[in-house]
């Protein structure tokens, strides 16, 4: 497994990051010299370091919850300081490099890691560090609507319009639960929708992450939509442990949870493993299997020209997939939306560029041939608890059609 291979270099980043701590507090005085009070704070650093192993060996509960939330924090508080204080270090070192070279004809010495300079330094970056921290935990908690309307050169037949609200990437589980949930619900209430469609990443990789079931189902319950509520699985939707997003390799296939199966219908939401339902006889829905995590019952996931095989593609043809993939493809077979999640817009700056390189379209909109392809964020969150640069979702569609 990856994250074993990780470990050594995850102890090393910490030993140094709790060095520069010790050594930044040294500098602002006395009481953080003593040795009590710098055993205290190591401690404490330990301790955050250790959490997502300790929450990943505790049994399910209460008490997992809690540990696994505040590893999740310090995931997103551990990056942000490897962001700023690695180069910090690496310009310090280059500037002292210079400055040796220019003075070591005069023997003169030099004075940048002098008390003073550390003092302001490490304040310069413990701000910076906790500003970004708590603004990007703030913002994950806020569900933003981004709205599209587009337009299909097809007969809706009964339908001059479809409202679809998209959403996908809730990650159900330790860091997403029912408050979270319960705004979701209310903004996809306040939209009036036809249809409601999930996009993959329902749960978290652990049913028993998910927070007090029976009431979440409710919520679920309360979603308003014309025509209900569908769904795809994504490549966590499936039983599997996870430590700091790495997964353990397995001869067995990966799947669903019953349990999760038995959530979702009990939830009033129909999920669409490899196939279709005709909407008020005038428009398809397709949900698609996840592309690298097909899941139970289906060992390949059909191609796109199977999926429109044997449809009348007279009438517009909807696909909700997990992964933003074979878009090209799609659009050849006749498909005229396809509706992604998977992306979360790279959840967190500086993946909110990176991302880009991984998908044709990795985030919003992008017309292929006749096809239009909408990628949200998400809703939830997948590791970390933070978005920055990135917000949580949902996504109003307004198809149009051209009717006859």
Known sequence: MVAVYLLPVYIAL??????????????????????????????????????????FFMPAGQSRRIMKLISNYWLGILLYMVLIILPVTFIRVVVRM??????????????????????LGGAIC???????????????RIIHVTPYDISIDKSGGKLDSLKVVLVADLHLGYNIGIQHMTKMVEKINDQDPDLVVIAGDIFDNEYE?????????????GIKSKYGVYACYGNHD?????????????????E???????????????????????????????????????????DVRKTP???????DTRKPVIVIDHEPAELQQLSDAGV???????????????????????????????????????????????????????????????IRFRNS
């Not at 020209?305 to 449809?311: P, V």
Request: glycine content about 8%; hydrophobic content about 40%.
């Open 305 to 311: 020209e199977e999926i429109t095989e044997g449809l």
């Open 126 to 140: 413990a701000v910076i560090i906790g500003t970004v921290s708590i603004g990007g935990m703030i913002n994950a």
């Open 98 to 119: 210079v400055q040796k070279h220019r003075n070591k004809k005069k023997n003169l010495p030099v004075k940048l890691y002098s008390r003073r300079n550390m003092a």
């Open 256 to 298: 669903s949870s019953e349990k999760m199966d038995e959530f979702l219908e009990k939830s009033n939401i129909r999920l669409l493993k490899d196939e279709k339902i005709l909407i008020d006889d005038s428009v398809w829905l397709y949900g698609r299997p996840d592309m690298e995590r097909p899941n139970r019952g289906i």
């Open 336 to 398: 005229d939306v396809d509706l992604c999640g998977h992306t979360h817009d790279g959840q967190l700056f500086p993946g909110n560029l990176t991302i880009k390189l991984m998908w044709e379209n990795a985030y919003g909109y992008l017309k292929k041939g006749k096809m239009h392809n909408i990628v949200t964020s998400g809703t939830g969150l997948f590791g970390p608890y933070m978005r920055i640069g990135t917000r949580a979702e949902i996504c109003p569609v307004t």
């Open 209 to 221: 992450a998910v927070e007090k079931p029976e009431k979440m189902e409710e919520i679920f319950q």
């Open 238 to 254: 499936i039983e599997e442990p996870i430590l700091a997003g790495f997964t353990f390799s397995s001869d067995e296939k990966k």
């Open 14 to 55: 910490n030993i140094y990051l709790l060095f520069w701590i010790l050594r930044w507090l040294s500098s602002l005085g006395k009481p953080f010299q003593n040795k009590w009070v710098k055993t205290g704070i190591s401690v404490i650093y330990i301790f955050l370091a250790a959490s997502m192993i300790i929450a």
